[in-house]
């Protein structure tokens, strides 16, 4: 499920700091760049209204969701507010179990092997790898040697238009964008000028180097 938003662009907004009041604005930016995935961290203010706002008004175009998801109650929070996509820093099964019972995509963040594994077998339909600063493309190679081939890698953190190339040679499908796209107080018109730059970056990675 998760591959059908991922192919059109598979870059994941991180919208930290996201307020209601902006949400809409923002979101429009975003999607109309090609993003097709829009998270809302928890640790944002009134994260849940936000959500429901970009579900009701990108919810067909758009996996909408939250990040920095913690506990399995917060799961059902995010599904009531519409949300569909549940995004971790870690990789609690528990957590990943929630998501999955409630049939919701979700990506666990993962900064080893061991966890990666243990967060595929308790139902992971991605996986988040973060800090990315700590795994280094070198690192991203040496994991698709042994995960599945058709599992789709993010790293996470500190990811640029211009970094991005090492990583998908080494075997990334794809990123979470979080302040170099989005950041509170940003202009709106600024948020659409840097999500049009990702699209750009994407596009132009050589073929033959995209997952």
């Given at each position: 499920?998760?591959?059908?938003?991922?192919?059109?662009?598979?870059?994941?907004?991180?919208?930290?700091?996201?307020?209601?009041?902006?949400?809409?604005?923002?979101?429009?930016?975003?999607?109309?760049?090609?993003?097709?995935?829009?998270?809302?961290?928890?640790?944002?203010?009134?994260?849940?209204?936000?959500?429901?706002?970009?579900?009701?008004?990108?919810?067909?175009?758009?996996?909408?969701?939250?990040?920095?998801?913690?506990?399995?109650?917060?799961?059902?929070?995010?599904?009531?507010?519409?949300?569909?996509?549940?995004?971790?820093?870690?990789?609690?099964?528990?957590?990943?179990?929630?998501?999955?019972?409630?049939?919701?995509?979700?990506?666990?963040?993962?900064?080893?092997?061991?966890?990666?594994?243990?967060?595929?077998?308790?139902?992971?339909?991605?996986?988040?790898?973060?800090?990315?600063?700590?795994?280094?493309?070198?690192?991203?190679?040496?994991?698709?040697?042994?995960?599945?081939?058709?599992?789709?890698?993010?790293?996470?953190?500190?990811?640029?238009?211009?970094?991005?190339?090492?990583?998908?040679?080494?075997?990334?499908?794809?990123?979470?964008?979080?302040?170099?796209?989005?950041?509170p107080g940003r202009d709106v018109a600024d948020v659409g000028r840097r999500a049009q730059a990702f699209a750009r970056a994407w596009a132009a990675l050589p073929r033959g180097e995209r997952a």
């Open positions: 499920m998760i591959r059908s938003w991922l192919d059109p662009l598979p870059l994941i907004a991180i919208l930290r700091g996201l307020t209601p009041r902006e949400a809409v604005a923002i979101g429009e930016m975003i999607a109309d760049a090609g993003f097709r995935m829009l998270e809302v961290p928890l640790n944002s203010p009134d994260p849940l209204e936000s959500i429901r706002l970009l579900h009701e008004h990108f919810g067909e175009r758009c996996l909408i969701g939250a990040g920095t998801v913690m506990t399995p109650a917060q799961v059902d929070d995010i599904a009531a507010a519409g949300g569909k996509l549940i995004v971790m820093p870690h990789a609690d099964t528990q957590v990943i179990a929630a998501a999955k019972r409630a049939g919701m995509v979700c990506t666990p963040g993962v900064a080893t092997p061991t966890e990666a594994f243990a967060a595929l077998a308790a139902g992971a339909d991605a996986l988040k790898i973060f800090p990315a600063e700590q795994v280094s493309p070198a690192v991203v190679k040496a994991w698709r040697a042994v995960l599945p081939r058709d599992l789709a890698l993010l790293p996470v953190g500190g990811i640029t238009p211009d970094n991005m190339h090492p990583y998908v040679d080494a075997g990334a499908n794809g990123f979470g964008i979080g302040s170099a796209l989005y950041a």
